[in-house]
């Protein structure tokens, strides 16, 4: 089964993928991660997600291709140990990396890990996670069972943006200029109420911070786990007590 995010920058794009990679059992190909072994990979080789839990397990065939290139034998043997380090963990390598945010608030995206949807689509996953920021019409996929936006108040979202040089100010800009209209009772991106139109689900970011992650869980009938709510209070304790107020409502 698909499921897709959906969401403007400087809404929690990321924070909302890992509440769901932390609480359920979707899944997609993060950059960095496993790129490497798909930039490798031979025809008969198998997905990432049905390698073996040794090197040695693999067919005979693969077995000597790796041993006559040992450049290719180390990546291998890197995959399988990240493949064996569930996505589905705070402890995982694949976690850490993602949210070790430099002080400097102006290099907070230099961590990001970002899922590759391409190499999603090609992989065996059971149940695909796709992650579209800035989306347009396009973008939606209208055969995924689950389309999800997330979205957040303009004063929010900018308040953000700007602090992380995300979105409309990834280059310091400080162009005001931005077009908005009404949905679900706040003032958002205009274009926030134009993709609302083409998905199942619209979650509030306040909502999955002041539910630790359950209303986006929710829709995927799951129940939040203590790794959830690890990693709802690390996101927002990186923020600045400002922007705690806004993210739980308090100003």
Not at 131 to 156: C, G, H, M, R, W
Not at 192 to 210: G, M, R
């Amino acid at each position: 089964m698909n499921a897709q995010l959906c969401y403007f920058g400087g809404s929690g794009g990321f924070f909302a993928l890992w509440h769901i990679l932390l609480g359920t059992d979707y899944n997609c190909v993060l950059t960095n991660t496993n790129q490497s072994y798909y930039n490798i990979k031979g025809e008969s080789w198998p997905a990432i997600s049905d390698l073996p839990t040794s090197i040695h397990e693999l067919s005979d065939e693969i077995q000597q291709e790796l041993t006559d290139n040992q450049e290719w034998k180390l990546i291998v043997e890197q995959t399988i140990e990240n493949r064996n380090n569930t996505p589905r963990s705070i402890d995982s390598k694949f976690y850490k990396p993602q949210w070790n945010v430099n002080q400097d608030r102006a290099k907070w995206k230099e961590t990001e890990k970002w899922p590759t949807n391409h190499l999603t689509q090609k992989s065996s996953f059971k149940n695909k996670l796709f992650f579209n920021a800035n989306p347009s019409f396009e973008d939606v996929i209208q055969d995924a069972a689950l389309k999800i936006l997330l979205y957040t108040d303009i004063e929010t979202q900018t308040m953000l943006a700007k602090s992380k040089r995300a979105w409309a100010y990834s280059n310091n800009d400080t162009d005001e200029s931005i077009k908005t209209t009404k949905f679900n009772g706040c003032n958002v991106y205009y274009q926030v109420d134009e993709i609302a139109k083409l998905t199942d689900y619209q979650v509030c970011l306040q909502d999955v911070v002041k539910t630790q992650g359950q209303s986006l869980l929710d829709i995927f009938n799951e129940k939040i786990n203590k790794d959830n709510i690890f990693h709802n209070n690390m996101w927002l304790n990186l923020h600045t007590n400002e922007e705690k107020g806004r993210l739980l409502n308090e100003s």
